[in-house]
């Protein structure tokens, strides 16, 4: 079975300042994809960044980057110029289900981070 | 663009009933999953509808139930609550054809307490 981990309970940063949070992952499909998701106090999982297991470039949006190590499955979120409102629960996912038509995303257990001024 | 939306937003119940949770998915949507989010914890899969047809389930028990109507929306049933179901419930919906890149889009939850 798919399995992400993420071994940062907590991460703090002061505005401005870039931040990366840990990502690894264990899968023995070849074909795969990894997301991040920021999820505010509202509740609602916001879509940041997705990297495909063949990507040869590592996966950028705007502030946001992904640093994808294949060799070590980590595949850790950059934020550049942290903002106050980046402050909020951060989750990697993997998408599960090969090539079939069926698809869902295993997550991991989260990272908070807080943006302090 | 309407994104996914989710009712009620709060909801408490006691133990032993049962509730039922409403999502209309993201114009263009066609497939919706549900999550469920204990405190502290991600999300975890509790089942996929596409084509109003349950796709897939995840390691829940049969008290949990979902339908997905025509338009695509869906709903959550769960029967017989326990403390233990006591989370935020997640819908997400997609695309089949532009899962592998886009992954879902989410509502915001409906937040369910039990007691």
């Known amino acids: 079975a798919q399995k992400i981990t993420q071994t940062q309970p907590g991460m703090f940063v002061q505005e401005k300042e870039a931040v990366t949070l840990d990502c690894t992952y264990d899968t023995s499909d070849p074909s795969y994809g990894l997301f991040w998701y920021k999820q505010p106090s509202s509740g609602e999982m916001i879509f940041l960044i997705y990297q495909g297991s063949y990507d040869q470039q590592n996966a950028t949006e705007g502030r946001y980057s992904l640093n994808f190590q294949k060799a070590r499955k980590s595949a850790n979120l950059v934020i550049s110029a942290s903002q106050l409102g980046d402050s909020a629960m951060y989750f990697c996912?993997?998408?599960?289900?090969?090539?079939?038509?069926?698809?869902?995303?295993?997550f991991g257990t989260g990272t908070r981070l807080l943006v302090s001024p | 663009d309407a994104g996914v939306t989710q009712s009620p937003t709060h909801l408490i119940k006691t133990r032993g009933q049962q509730v039922t949770l409403r999502c209309s998915p993201k114009s263009g949507h066609d497939t919706v999953s549900w999550y469920q989010q204990a405190l502290g914890q991600g999300p975890q899969f509790i089942f996929q509808y596409y084509e109003e047809e349950e796709r897939q389930r995840g390691n829940f028990p049969d008290r949990f139930s979902g339908h997905q109507f025509p338009n695509y929306s869906s709903e959550l049933n769960v029967n017989a609550l326990l403390l233990g179901d006591s989370a935020l419930y997640l819908c997400?919906?997609?695309?089949?054809?532009?899962?592998?890149?886009?992954?879902?889009?989410f509502g915001s939850g409906t937040r369910l307490t039990v007691v």
């Open positions: 996912a993997m998408r599960e289900g090969g090539n079939t038509g069926f698809q869902k995303l295993v």
């Open positions: 997400a919906s997609s695309l089949a054809q532009t899962f592998l890149l886009y992954g879902y889009t």
